[in-house]
């Protein structure tokens, strides 16, 4: 089991890392990943910029976004968007926020991002969630649960969330699911914003996005294209070490055990 968990602490890395060489991420941004044991529990990096993060960096948090265990790394304070967006969808198990410049555009302008070639099907209909609404002037961060709580509600059944005059927030089941619909939705508000300039956006129609979307979150599809991703990061010798991820694994799951062992302690002594 912790060869599993170390897997899949392994594969947040390497999606953190793909996305940064994809130039999603820069140096701001986050990925997560739902505990596969523990759906009250996530997997993040500590405050940094993304392409840095490393295995070793990984805290787990609870859904309050707070961490299971004492930890003195420095936490990203816009970690309530995952927390909040897990609470929500139990049928979310990654988590992407960015500020990808092919975004931007319609995060500033109000236009309506829509998939506009079959791969980007998979981010289907998104919709605008605007923090002033609700809050007033901020400093543009999501910061307060009830902040991240109601970019969930905009979120909502979606896949993805534009942030106005911010940036975006990708959900998927998996992690390389995420990473698909992540990266080809920014491929897609490139190729739109380029269509625009030409005058005429023809997008796919509620058919398409639902037959292509379909077809493209299978494993063949989010594989094929994982693999292709990973070889890239190879190229730029990004690719992360396994053995941190086993430590890790190894390191949490004692933790867990031990913590269990302390409640049911206290259990005793208290009956």
């Not at 992540?182 to 509620?206: K, Y």
Request: aromatic share 6%.
């Amino acid at each position: 089991m912790a060869d599993d968990l170390a897997e899949l602490l392994h594969e947040l890395i390497v999606a953190t890392r793909i996305l940064a060489n994809q130039n999603v991420l820069d140096a701001f941004g986050h990925v997560s990943v739902r505990h596969p044991r523990d759906a009250q529990r996530y997997f993040i990096s500590r405050h940094q910029a993304p392409e840095l993060a490393e295995v070793a960096d990984l805290v787990e948090l609870n859904l309050d976004s707070e961490p299971v265990r004492p930890t003195e790394f420095r936490l990203y304070s816009e970690r309530v968007i995952h927390g909040e967006i897990y609470k929500a969808r139990p049928d979310v198990n990654a988590v992407c926020h960015h500020h990808s410049h092919a975004v931007l555009p319609f995060c500033i302008s109000g236009q309506q991002l829509v998939p506009v070639f079959h791969l980007p099907a998979v981010i289907g209909q998104v919709p605008f969630w605007d923090q002033r609404d609700e809050f007033g002037d901020t400093n543009m961060l999501v910061v307060k649960p009830e902040e991240g709580a109601s970019l969930a509600r905009a979120l909502g059944a979606n896949w993805m969330v534009l942030m106005r005059r911010h940036g975006a927030t990708v959900a998927g089941t998996s992690l390389r699911e995420l990473t698909f619909r992540t990266v080809f939705g920014c491929e897609n508000a490139a190729l739109q914003s380029a269509a625009m300039a030409h005058g005429h956006v023809d997008s796919l129609s509620p058919g398409e996005i639902e037959l292509s979307s379909t077809h493209s979150v299978r494993p063949p599809s989010t594989n094929r294209a994982w693999d292709y991703w990973v070889r890239r990061v190879e190229k730029a010798r990004l690719m992360p070490s396994k053995v941190q991820a086993k430590r890790s694994a190894t390191t949490a799951k004692r933790s867990k055990a031990k913590a269990a062992k302390s409640t049911k302690a206290k259990r005793r002594h208290w009956s």
